[in-house]
């Protein structure tokens, strides 16, 4: 079973739960070769996998770095479902043609794997939540245009359910706004090349309303004894009730925040900023966790949540100023978060604001009611 973290590093309780690896501060050959028995039960899943962290890590890795492409096969479901903001995957063989065009693009993607989170267990599936930075060169065309050879990095973040060896639902969230910048575009530039795009299947949720005028009901702080709860609780005050004040009383004075499209914040107030920021582009937006999900890591607890912001599109904030107004949008969003001394020492937040404001751009309804793509 796992070791608790030390009394005062997290503001919650940890459960009891089997041993999976670490990789923050790991050298990657080490990583790559662990050493040891398998620490949980796996059922189905390949005997060289000690853990499901390292199902996540070696399988990225055979895939992405070593190009074995069929290893896809082997660890997708046929019939698996990836939700992105740009649609809907349905089957492995649609995996594998994604996958083959952008190694088409950037044939040398450099993966670097920064934490996976993770809950569940081989009977109801092991959730995972994957957050990676790719550095690599855009030497083919890709939906941005024509090659331009220039060296570009970005993060991502995979929310996965796997079982019996095989990913049978996916969650994928890219950082598009900082990749299209690098290549030559602005986000504007890009959002016009997708909404232009023809139309996929999506998947996104729209949440009842609030009432007018009325705050939003407070969370239970008696559930705030949990990873799950005191980050629903965090989430809660800080979008719904939009009480940036109590960040002082959740981060460390001198937190880091890495934020979509390249931004970084240091400090409660200058991440406040990119909240708000990010608020003034959908005032009324409603934010919904999906799901919470957690490791023990070298340097302090990691928490991953999964989350969708809806609201209607205003213009200015982190979105910029060409927004159509009133356009539903919906942003859905992986943020990881690291804990030492009782405070978020850290954040890592991936949302795609090229996708948002191409939904704003395209005139075609977006939005549809698809609760369980989103749960």
Not at 340 to 359: C, K
Request: glycine share 8%; net charge negative; with cysteine.
């Amino acid at each position: 079973m796992s070791n608790q973290p030390a009394s005062g590093d997290v503001p919650f309780m940890l459960p009891e739960r089997p041993v999976a690896s670490r990789i923050r501060q790991v050298d990657k050959a080490a990583l790559l070769s662990p050493q040891g028995e398998r620490t949980m039960s796996m059922a189905g899943f390949e005997d060289k996998f000690v853990d499901i962290v390292d199902y996540i890590v070696r399988i990225t890795e055979e895939i992405w770095t070593d190009r074995a492409i069929g290893r896809i096969y082997d660890t997708y479901d046929a019939s698996c479902t990836v939700y992105s903001s740009y649609g809907v995957v349905r089957s492995v063989d649609e995996v594998i043609a994604a996958t083959i065009g952008t190694m088409a693009a950037f044939p040398e993607e450099e993966a670097h794997h920064l934490n996976i989170a993770w809950s569940g267990d081989e009977q109801q599936g092991f959730y995972t939540s994957h957050l990676g930075w790719t550095r690599m060169i855009n030497r083919g065309a890709s939906v941005w245009g024509p090659a331009t050879g220039r060296s570009v990095g970005r993060r991502f973040a995979a929310d996965c359910i796997s079982r019996d060896n095989r990913i049978h639902t996916e969650w994928l969230v890219h950082d598009a706004g900082a990749l299209v910048r690098q290549l030559g575009l602005t986000v504007e530039q890009a959002a016009g090349i997708i909404a232009a795009q023809p139309r996929r299947e999506t998947a996104f949720l729209a949440p009842a309303p609030g009432v007018p005028g009325n705050a939003p009901p407070a969370v239970d702080a008696s559930a705030r004894d949990t990873p799950e709860g005191w980050m629903r609780g965090h989430f809660h005050d800080v979008w719904m009730l939009k009480r940036l004040d109590r960040l002082r009383a959740t981060y460390m004075p001198e937190a880091v925040a890495h934020w979509a499209g390249g931004r970084v914040a240091s400090g409660p107030h200058n991440i406040g900023t990119l909240i708000i920021d990010t608020m003034a582009a959908l005032p009324d937006a409603v934010m919904e966790v999906h799901n919470v999900c957690w490791s023990d890591e070298t340097d302090g607890v990691i928490v991953a949540v999964r989350w969708q912001l809806t609201g209607l599109s205003r213009r200015g904030g982190i979105l910029g100023d060409i927004l159509p107004e009133g356009r539903l949008i919906a942003i859905p969003g992986i943020s990881h978060f690291r804990f030492s001394r009782g405070l978020i020492a850290e954040e890592w937040t991936v949302f795609d604001e090229v996708t948002a404001i191409a939904q704003a751009l395209d005139p075609r309804p977006a939005v549809r009611d698809d609760r369980e793509a989103v749960q």
